[in-house]
């Protein structure tokens, strides 16, 4: 007869998420983007010391806007901020709403 060896038990670490009133703020912004031809895509990603929200405008590249939420940095600089697509830190705050607000300025229209 085989032996039969039990699974390991692997401690999974929590991992940070948006809640759903979070993303309904995102998905809020996101479906603005898309209506106005900026957008086309989206991936969450969920990790143990951050959340992330990329958006794209064509889903062969990197993102052009990234929504990050990390909860160590509540105190310092706040938990939520916006990147740009070279990484740059267009926004910073401690509430999402004020942070997300960066994209009702006019220098995310399309110049045609």
């Not at 990050?68 to 705050?93: E, F, N, W």
């Not at 607000?101 to 220098?107: D, G, I, Q, S, Y």
Request: glycine content about 6%.
């Amino acid at each position: 007869m085989t032996q039969i060896t039990p699974l390991k038990k692997t401690s999974r670490k929590p991992k940070i998420a948006f809640q759903r009133n979070e993303m309904s703020l995102i998905l809020d912004v996101y479906g603005r983007l898309v209506m106005s031809g900026q957008a086309k895509d989206y991936a969450i990603g969920a990790y143990k010391d951050q959340a992330v929200f990329a958006i794209f405008r064509r889903h062969a590249e990197t993102p052009n806007w990234t929504v990050v939420k990390t909860p160590a940095l509540a105190r310092m600089q706040g938990a939520y901020s916006v990147l740009g697509a070279q990484g740059q830190v267009l926004k910073r705050g401690r509430e999402l709403k004020q942070v997300l607000a960066v994209f009702e300025t006019r220098k995310f229209e399309n110049v045609r």
